[in-house]
């Protein structure tokens, strides 16, 4: 047996490599949102919308809130969380939108209804987010926006060690991302089999 094979990690060296894990972030993440939201799923899976192979997230939480007087009325909030301890600090870019109200078409919404129709107008119908008036409220026409980001990484240029920028996109966006779009795109199809559009009055 080699001293690789025989070599028993300490009580020290466990808790170091658990505290650069994203496991007790995971872990305080969820006991939070449970608190504030109410149903929280750890460890949900998905199916990669890019190569069909089930994956699996940190955290889904959703929360509903009654949204009229019929049984059914209710709007759900959903959040998919990847928790990821990041050893340096993650830096956004930002700048000022040139059209910030419209950037409420750019919102992602899934279920029923997917557009409204008006009685006063018989052939005009409005997408969700402009029959709620999302414009004036929704955060993504608020402020600044982000448009790049990155974080740092030590790079060795000869005997030199000097803190380079480095995005580590794969690792921090892109399993939230793909995560996103495989439930938008399954809310969608849902959608398809029941009635997707609404009367406005």
Known sequence: MTNQQSEKITRSKITEALLRSGYLLESRVESKLRKQWGYVEANPTYVDPDTGKSREFDLFAMSMQRAGPNQYDFVFAVLLAECINNTQPVVILTKEPLVPFLHHQEVKLAGLPVKVHDKQQQDTWEQLSD???????????????????????????????????????????????KCAMSSTIKCRRTSQTGDSTATKT
């Open 131 to 177: 029959f709620l008036g999302m414009e004036g409220y929704h955060h993504y026409c608020e402020g600044r926006v982000g448009t790049q980001f990155c974080s740092f990484a030590k790079k060795k240029s000869g005997r030199v060690e000097e803190w380079m920028m480095a995005t580590h996109e794969e690792r921090i966006m892109t399993p939230s991302a």
